[in-house]
């Protein structure tokens, strides 16, 4: 199987991306992914390959994550729907290569998620993603988060290796409806990032804060997850973690309209 791998680095530019043939290597999948994808582990399986092609070539991912995609990567992200109510609205912040979103797509398919990503050899790459998986229930939207506050209101924001939770908040809380869900998983300084952020998280109208960790018997370790339920859809604080003058930030996100 072909797909193309970027001969430029346009970056975020509007310019044409040129790209040239590239074989997508197999990779295998380990036994616990039929337990966890069920039916859909074709899918994930040609986008495990197209991540390992296209997805290194355009850099993506690094190349040493390629011996590690399933178990660091697609499982870690998959088993975060044990958490994600059915038929939910989910902004994927930041998607990068589509890790959590494109995953869960593929997972739950009765989900409805929007990739929302600013820069263009990404978003290019996440659509390529969706062509060939054939995903209905997903889309790609080239944006940052600040852009998009009042435009939408999602059941589930997720986020991976984004940012510090303190400036995370800032951008995906306000694209929340009340009541949803910012669901960003981390590692080993979830409890720490998340006590931190409490001050940021108070200001944004937060109502409960938790660490999750999920995929317990699936997955060695067991993802973490840090939830934070809003309130009141909140705006970014001014000069704040969360606005972008606090610094620069990998992606933003956006969800179905209301």
Known sequence: M??????????????????????????????IAREIFGDALPAAERYAEFLAG?????????????????????LNCAVMAEVIPAGADVIDVGSGAGLPG?????VRDDLSVTLLEPLLRRTVFLQECIDLLALPNVSVRRARAEEVVGEYAADVVT??????????AGWALPLLRPGGELLALKGERASVELEEAAPVLKELGVLTTEV????????DPPTTIVRAVAGTTPRPPKGRPGSRRAGRRRGGAHGRKR
């Open 2 to 31: 072909e797909a193309f791998v970027n001969r430029g680095d346009p970056y975020d530019t509007n310019e044409s991306l040129t790209y040239e043939p590239l074989t997508m290597p197999l990779i295998p999948a380990p036994p």
């Open 159 to 168: 986020a991976r290796a984004v940012a510090p939770l303190e400036r995370l």
């Open 212 to 219: 999750l960790h999920v995929g317990r018997g699936k997955v």
């Open 102 to 106: 494109v995953v869960l797509a593929i």
């Open 54 to 74: 296209p997805g290194v070539g355009r850099g993506l991912i690094g190349p040493r994550e390629v011996e590690r995609l399933w178990d660091r990567h697609l």
